[in-house]
């Protein structure tokens, strides 16, 4: 993405994490913010019951690294020709507001279309830019967990209640990517035919593309998937799929979704080698058939055992598995650890490195480097600079309140 410019008007994580993608493969992105408060993410010190240190910022590290930021606001004629003067410059405009905003500061699409006829203008929203809701604003646990049915088939039907999500930003950085993704078959498009296109993705389709299987399964028959409680592993007609607690409250996940070639060795490497020759479970068939008092024996066996034995014990087992880890416990998992999947940069409180997750596709097995997530306004004149702006007008600019 080198050369690409794009140039982002939006706040918090779904869309500002597209232009953390972006960045990460090497465009140039501007983030907007406003002159004093900057993205309204920057104020928010609480996420999931943890208070947050504000110079050391997850909800804004996540998403920002490897940008620019230039203060502008935007609900002023100078600082909204300072916006088209970068767009003019830019590949890419990139915008999670909603309508009325865009249209009330004169940054939609026919807006920014005027000065950049062939800029590609991408759209983050909860519901869709179409239809009675596209002026309802929202966030992943309200259109991607809630609404789109993903926290209703997570959560056992058992509770009788709804797990809340647990994980603040997590459709936002999914979509993101979805994002990232549609801008760069757009800019493949551009390059193709000429043609400049707007892109829409929104929390709840985000949702139902990762839930797509099990939605159309919905469609198909008007029955619903949940999840189960834990130790459940019934009903069911593979005793290789499914959860199993162990001695001392961990949890192995066996998931031999075909185990045609793969009984003998599970069964053994479950301690459990008399079953590979019992004839209920020896064949794929008669294993299916007695899959609930195989999974039973299972159950038992892992359950008379801990979590360490299991994970060290399973791990030349042919057949697929995993342990049941916590986010924390995958900062130090050595597979995590061999493909890159950490980024260090430097933090801008002048201490340790923070440590920043890389995006899901890696180029040439090259790991990702990245710098941290600016401070608001950081790089305004630099930028403007960069753009052919004297040093006299944006004083005159910055004086004005147009810009900090």
């Known amino acids: 993405m080198q050369g690409v410019r794009v140039l982002e008007v939006a706040q918090f994580t779904f869309v500002p994490a597209a232009g ?28 999931g019951g943890f208070e947050l240190n504000p110079d050391r910022h997850p909800l804004i590290e996540h998403p920002n690294r490897g940008k620019r930021s230039i203060g502008i606001d935007i609900s002023t004629d100078g600082g909204r020709e300072v916006l088209y003067e970068i767009a003019k410059t830019s590949d890419v405009f ?24 062939g800029i590609i203008y991408a759209r983050g929203s909860a519901y869709g830019d179409k239809g009675p809701q596209r002026d309802v604003g929202g966030f992943d646990g309200t259109a991607f967990w809630t609404r789109s049915g993903i926290g209703h088939a997570l959560t056992p039907e058992e509770l009788g209640g709804a797990l809340s999500q647990g994980i603040p930003a997590f459709g936002d950085s999914i979509g993101g990517m979805n994002i990232a993704g549609g801008i760069a078959a757009a800019l493949f498009h551009r390059e193709r035919t000429g043609e400049a296109v707007e892109i ?11 839930a797509g299987a099990s939605v159309t399964q919905g469609m198909e028959t008007g029955e619903t998937m949940r999840s189960q409680m834990p130790d459940t592993v019934g009903p069911t007609v593979n005793p290789f799929l499914g959860n199993y607690l162990t001695s001392d409250g961990g949890t192995i996940n066996l998931c031999i979704v075909s185990p045609t070639g793969y009984i003998r060795d599970a069964f053994e490497h479950l301690d459990l080698p008399e079953l ?14 007695n899959a609930a008092e195989a999974a039973r024996l299972i159950a038992d066996s892992i359950r008379s055992k801990p979590f360490d034995y299991w994970r060290e014990r399973l791990k030349t087992m042919k057949g697929q598995w995993a342990p049941f880890q916590s986010l924390v416990d995958l900062a130090g998992d050595e597979q995590a650890i061999a493909n890159d999947m950490i980024v260090e940069v430097d ?12 995006g899901p596709v890696q180029f040439n097995h090259e790991p990702l480097r990245t710098t941290r997530a600016p401070l608001a306004s950081e790089h305004t004149e630099l930028i403007l600079m960069d753009i052919g702006m004297d040093w006299d007008r944006i004083s005159e600019l910055k004086d004005s309140g147009a810009i900090a």
Request: glycine fraction near 6%.
């Open 20 to 47: 953390a993608i972006l960045a990460d493969w090497g465009a140039d992105v501007i983030k907007v913010e406003h002159p004093v408060r900057g993205d309204t993410q920057r104020g928010f010190i609480h996420m």
């Open 94 to 117: 990139l915008t999670n507001y909603l309508p009325v905003q865009r249209q009330k500061h004169k940054f939609d699409v026919e807006h920014i279309r005027e000065v950049n006829p």
């Open 200 to 210: 829409d993705v929104s929390l709840l389709s985000t949702a139902w593309w990762a």
């Open 276 to 289: 590979a020759d019992d004839p209920r479970f020896c064949d794929v068939m008669p294993l299916f058939e």
């Open 347 to 358: 933090a801008a409180d002048g201490g340790p490195p923070f440590k920043v997750v890389r």
